[in-house]
């Protein structure tokens, strides 16, 4: 079955992955920029006419070492390229990636194309040409570690060309990063529900022919003339036209339902012409009603009495001139948000915080997203919150009900143990019942760790709670999956009797991964809570987690039964939790190694509320695996924890299926004679490698590390206790 991968902005990764596995692509993976998946080709020409978020479709062809220009010329040349490319077809190559002897993109694409046409010359005395805007194929060539990864790009040019745009305005914004927008801010439910799209500076209208064409069921490439497939010699036209004709048809049938409830604005007037001719190409200018006014001025359309969206792409200054009077434009943009649009959602993105703040309006939510290289914020604001009204508490609903009910039970069943062995933190419910899905955690802080006397002062303990809601499943229309959502936080808040300002909701589809660091809200709420008699501090509004993963508690139990006296060594440490266990449990000193200096901050917080600091605990602020490369101490224990993906602009992709037993060699070299390494993550699907196994006498204790509040979900994390191997002991 073909292996694809769909490539993407970063941030849009489980956007994609949900899309892709709602396309048919059951075994979609987010990795970094992009989504794994297999399936017929039937499935890869499908995500090429229908998805909205990838940039390209990629379909591998081989895979193979590449050590050296020679290792990739072989490579290239093994494969038999009369089985894609005719003689008089023309091709062009995209390389990606290097290290090593193959250093330079330009010269792997040479030495590959060399391959290729030499092998054309070889057997018949022609080659075929190159063309690198429109040719029969592109092929893409990845280099990573060593190793070549070679591709048919099917989608030929990037998928957001949509093939509707005639002009663009100075920022253009692409269009696949605006049909994220629109996912995120809720505007498929928005539009089922009869709602009205508004762009106050709408530019060349991306954002709105992109919300016509979602709302229409229009296939975003429809309007392409050009596929990287249609030159390939594998090319099945049959399935490719039984695609077009089914999304020709579907799209004549969601225009003619479609209503025209679309409006742009924009104070230049020639940039309001530039966003009619893309409306008129793309089908929806009937839809779409344009018309020359300032963001100062913004009003609600007039009829539009069901609620709708406004979402908006303002400028940032860095590439539109100077930042002078964006405060100003900022401000005056959501006063009129504030005052017209009532009961309404917004969505805006913008460059930094202080634009954010500008706006004057306290974001719901936040997404880290990319506008090309810049990386962006998209704020998500329900203006019901900043018109006043009575709050009236509303009654259970049925399945509300049920979800209370379930709490209930889970309660009172774990009541006794928690209150046995001192635990305060918890999971209470955990997609129970499976319309209802996500986790929901307790926390019971025992004081404010903040400056704010009146918060500091605050009646403690507290019980607090931290409700993750995961992807709904794929036939579920995202206005049912929000109104479970609201159902489920309202039930929870009644069962544990807990006021509904101290309930964080987030939607999160991993328990810990790439967006890790992401932030969500400003609100700086620093609770502290205990953990075996020792306090932690957590945040349960403004980052993706908490500061304290609860499912590693067993795990920071352990470590903390296994240090005394010992050289503990925590790498990609976070809040570094677990050395603070490790200091409680008598380690002679203990090193925690981070790359965010955010959450080494408040690891150093950890340490003084318990006590402890000095030259015997240390800090250190380092992309992990460098540091290893470079440190030459000695430790006894080694706790290793690492995110499933990481794609820090400051040290390189990680991957941990991929890289771990690297990262494991190199814990190794700097385990001091009978050490031991704690190695741990959560990718569902992790495999040990083999490599280990050879290297080290492995023990899996993942089921005793798995806490009995979480024994719903037995799948949450793999945990190791790995011991250097006699044997490999011997010959290193």
């Given amino acids: 079955m073909p292996i694809l991968f ?85 091709f062009a190559i995209d390389a990606v990636g290097g290290g090593g002897a193959l250093k330079h993109t330009q010269y792997v694409a040479l030495r590959s194309k060399d391959a290729i046409v030499d092998q054309f010359r070889e057997r018949s005395g022609s080659r075929p040409d190159i063309d690198v805007d429109r040719p029969s194929i592109r092929i893409n060539v990845r280099l990573h570690k060593g190793r070549a990864s070679l591709s048919l790009d099917l989608a030929g040019t990037p998928l957001h060309r949509r ?78 036209q039984a695609l077009i004709v089914e999304a020709q048809a579907r799209a004549t049938t969601g225009l003619r339902a479609l209503k025209p409830v679309f409006f742009g604005y924009d104070h230049d007037p020639n940039v309001l012409n530039e966003a009619k001719r893309n409306a008129q190409a793309a089908g929806v200018a009937g839809f779409v009603q344009l018309a020359r006014q300032s963001a100062e001025h ?82 998500l604001f329900d203006l019901s919150e900043t018109a006043p009204r009575e709050r009236v508490e509303r009654a259970l609903s049925e399945g509300g009900q049920a979800v209370a009910n379930r709490i209930g039970k889970n309660q009172r069943h774990l009541r006794k143990r928690l209150e046995r062995e001192g635990i305060s933190c918890w999971r209470v419910y955990d997609a129970d019942i499976p319309e209802y899905a996500a986790a929901i955690d307790v926390y019971t802080a025992i004081g404010m760790d903040a400056n704010d006397a009146a918060r500091a002062s605050a ?18 229309p995202e206005n049912v999956a929000r109104d479970r959502l609201r159902d489920l936080v309202h039930a929870a808040g009644v069962a544990l009797e807990v006021p509904r300002e101290r309930i964080a909701v987030k939607t999160r589809y991993k328990a810990k991964g790439g967006s890790k660091y992401g932030r969500f809200d400003q609100r700086g709420e620093f609770l502290v809570v205990e953990e075996a008699s020792l306090k932690l501090r957590v945040n349960l509004f403004d980052y993706l987690d908490t500061g304290l993963f609860l499912d590693h508690r067993p795990a920071r139990l352990r470590v903390r039964e296994l240090a005394r006296g010992k050289h503990f060594l925590n790498l990609f440490c976070y809040t570094a939790s677990a050395s603070v266990h490790a200091a409680a ?144 002991e011997a010959n290193s």
Wanted: charged share 20%; aromatic share 10%.
């Fill in 6 to 90: 769909a490539t993407c902005a970063k941030g849009l990764e489980y956007l994609l992955r949900d899309e892709l596995r709602a396309l048919g692509a059951e075994d979609a993976r987010e990795a970094l920029a992009g989504v794994h998946f297999s399936g017929p080709l039937e499935l890869a020409y499908r995500a090429c006419l229908w998805s909205r978020l990838a940039s390209r479709v990629l379909l591998q062809l081989a895979e193979f070492e590449a050590a050296d220009a020679d290792a990739l010329y072989a490579g290239v040349q093994a494969i038999d390229w009369s089985q894609h490319l005719a003689l008089d077809g023309t």
């Fill in 163 to 240: 093939g509707w745009r005639q002009g663009t305005g100075e920022a253009p914004l692409k269009e696949n990063l605006a049909c994220a927008m629109l996912l995120r801010a809720g505007w498929p439910a928005v539009a089922a529900n009869g709602g009205a799209l508004v762009d106050p500076m709408c530019g060349a209208g991306t954002l709105l022919i992109e919300g016509a064409l979602m709302a229409a069921d229009s296939a975003p490439g429809l309007k392409r003339d050009y596929f990287g497939f249609l030159g390939w010699r594998g090319h099945d036209a049959p399935a490719w």
């Fill in 298 to 379: 913004l009003h609600r359309p007039a009829g539009c009495d069901t609620p709708g969206l406004v979402i908006s792409n303002p400028p940032y200054g860095e590439r539109l001139g100077e930042r002078a009077n964006l405060g100003a434009l900022y401000h005056a943009f959501g006063t009129r948000l504030r005052s017209e649009f009532a009961g309404w959602h917004a969505a805006v993105i913008v460059a930094d915080d202080e634009l954010g703040h500008a706006l004057g309006l306290r974001a719901g939510k936040r997404y880290l997203l990319y506008n090309g290289a810049l990386e962006c914020r998209l704020l």
């Fill in 459 to 476: 009646a403690f303990p507290q019980a607090w709670l931290h409700v993750q809601e995961y992807a709904p499943p794929r036939d579920i």
């Fill in 585 to 728: 449990g008598g380690a002679a000193t203990t090193t925690s190694v981070d790359l965010s200096a955010t959450y080494l901050e408040w690891a150093s917080r950890n340490f003084t509320l318990n006590g402890f600091g000095g030259e015997r605990h240390q800090l250190v602020q380092a992309d992990a695996i460098e540091w290893l490369r470079h440190d030459r101490g000695r430790y006894d224990l080694v706790f290793v924890d690492p995110p499933t993906f990481s794609n820090s602009k400051r040290a390189d992709d990680f991957d941990v299926q991929r890289d771990h037993a690297e990262l494991l060699r190199l814990c190794r070299a700097r385990l001091a004679p009978g050490g031991m390494i704690l190695f741990s993550n959560n990718l569902r699907r992790f495999s040990l490698d083999e490599s280990v196994r050879a290297a080290f006498d492995v023990r899996d204790i993942s089921a005793a590390t798995i806490p009995f509040d979480f024994s719903r979900n037995a799948r949450i994390h793999v945990c190791y206790e790995l011991r250097p191997a006699v044997a490999a």
